[in-house]
């Protein structure tokens, strides 16, 4: 009986919107065959290029700006996210 995984562990594939896509995983799950690997679309290289850009960026903001304009941004966030909480 402690043999079994809990079903809370076994990893369910994510359910493709592509009708082709779905059939293929359908069969493969029915006949007991490896899940074939679904493409989400993204370009790889391009996902890549986005996530250097975005790794740099914050750390890029924060050397250009002044004690008082870091300061005076966060502050203006401080009270956007009161004002969102207050409207909830």
């Known amino acids: ?3 079994m995984p809990k079903q809370s562990r076994i990893k369910k594939p994510k359910r493709p919107r592509d009708v082709n896509q779905l059939a293929a995983l359908t069969v493969a799950l029915a006949t007991g065959q490896p899940i074939p690997k679904l493409s989400d679309g993204r370009n790889p290289a391009a996902v890549a290029l986005g ?9 890029a903001r924060r050397d250009k ?3 008082e ?3 005076a941004s966060a502050s203006k966030a401080a009270r956007a996210r ?3 909480a207050k409207k909830q």
């Open 1 to 3: 009986m402690g043999d």
């Open 51 to 59: 996530r250097m850009g975005g790794l740099k960026g914050g750390i």
């Open 65 to 67: 700006l002044t004690p």
């Open 69 to 71: 304009e870091r300061t």
């Open 82 to 84: 009161w004002a969102k």
